[in-house]
């Protein structure tokens, strides 16, 4: 079955990264890609569109994806999810940034841990992970 999905989109932080927030429009839970930079303006669309923040999704764990991850989620009581294979480059974020000359803020660990074929599911959606 096909639902309608919601869709916000920002290009945060000095490399202006793609964060997606994505919703039900039936229930209105909701999950943010990649908040890389910049919480407190996610948040703040997150608050404008009524969205309930139910879990952080990082495509990867490059520190520019994962910059926010910590301010998010608890601020929303998100739980973090991100594939297996991002592990150690979620834990190493902040020396990865200072070799770019940036700082970030370490990121939570995850809460799940993602494979190939997992379903993320927010309200009545359902997203199928595939590791490229």
Request: glycine fraction near 8%; hydrophobic fraction near 40%; proline fraction near 6%.
């Amino acid at each position: 079955m096909e639902h309608e999905i919601l869709l916000e989109h920002l290009a945060v932080g000095p490399l202006q990264v793609n964060c997606f927030l994505v919703a039900c429009p039936e229930t209105m839970e909701a999950m943010i890609i990649d908040p890389g930079d910049e919480p407190e303006r996610i948040l703040q669309v997150a608050e404008r569109c009524a969205f309930k923040v139910r879990m952080v999704v990082n495509t990867h764990g490059h520190f520019d994806h994962v910059g926010g991850n910590q301010a998010v989620v608890t601020a929303c009581g998100a739980q973090l999810l991100i594939h297996k294979g991002d592990l150690r480059l979620l834990r190493s974020a902040e020396n990865h940034a200072r070799a770019y000359g940036l700082q970030t803020t370490p990121s939570p660990p995850p809460d799940r841990i993602l494979e190939e074929g997992d379903l993320i599911e927010i309200g009545q959606l359902a997203f199928e992970v595939l590791h490229v």
